[in-house]
């Protein structure tokens, strides 16, 4: 039983291997297709998915950021891993769509762009962020965490984070990206016993 059990954390870690090194693999002109279609922007298509997609007239001043080759290959690794798919037009042509799977993804690229904007006056409140997630979902709550911190929060205990400035909507965003709203709390408050440490770490003195 104990071999067993070692086994089987080792096939988990392979796998988990393989799943780190398929998203370092996942080129800045994918990620780039993502997030413009995540944004609503389209893209017109000529061919199938038995040979390949090719990119059809004019592209838009934000698909030019990529050169037209790069774009193709993208479009067709995408197709193929399954975060794109395409919506055939009456003329046959193809328009390029995200698919669940892909909008998950251009979600989370999209979060790691996301900015707190730091408004010119301070309103005097601290918005905390509390969370009790369980065991089993481990991976929720280091992403979370992970997110809280990559965006300047005060981590005063493992689960329970501050911040000086309006982040609700950003918080919200994270929150319904893992699905873990019934975990999570967020408080306004105006009194906080240790305000003058948090104002040092904030740079507010």
């Not at 193709?72 to 395409?86: D, P, Q």
Request: include cysteine; charged fraction near 30%.
């Amino acid at each position: 039983m104990y071999h067993m059990n070692i086994t089987s954390a080792l096939v988990k870690n392979a796998k988990a291997r393989v799943a780190r090194h398929k998203e370092r693999r996942m080129g800045t002109a994918k990620k780039k297709v993502l997030l413009l279609l995540f944004g609503g922007l389209s893209l017109g298509l000529s061919g199938s998915p038995r040979t390949s997609w090719k990119i059809i007239g004019e592209m838009a001043r934000e698909w030019e950021e990529l050169t037209r080759q790069a774009s193709e290959r993208a479009v067709n690794s995408l197709y193929a891993s399954k975060l794109v798919g395409v919506r055939e037009n009456a003329d046959g042509t193809f328009t390029l769509i995200l698919s669940e799977k892909g909008k998950n993804k251009a979600l989370t690229y999209d979060l790691a762009r996301m900015k707190i904007e730091v408004p010119s006056k301070w309103d005097e409140q601290w918005r905390m962020v509390s969370f009790d997630i369980p065991v089993d979902k481990k991976d929720v709550r280091d992403s979370l965490r992970g997110h809280l911190l990559r965006l300047g929060f005060f981590e005063m205990h493992q689960s329970f984070f501050t911040y000086p400035f309006e982040c609700r909507k950003e918080v919200e965003y994270i929150v319904e990206l893992y699905d873990a709203r019934k975990y999570v709390r967020f408080i306004v408050a105006t009194d906080v016993d240790n305000e003058l440490h948090l104002k040092k770490f904030f740079k507010m003195e």
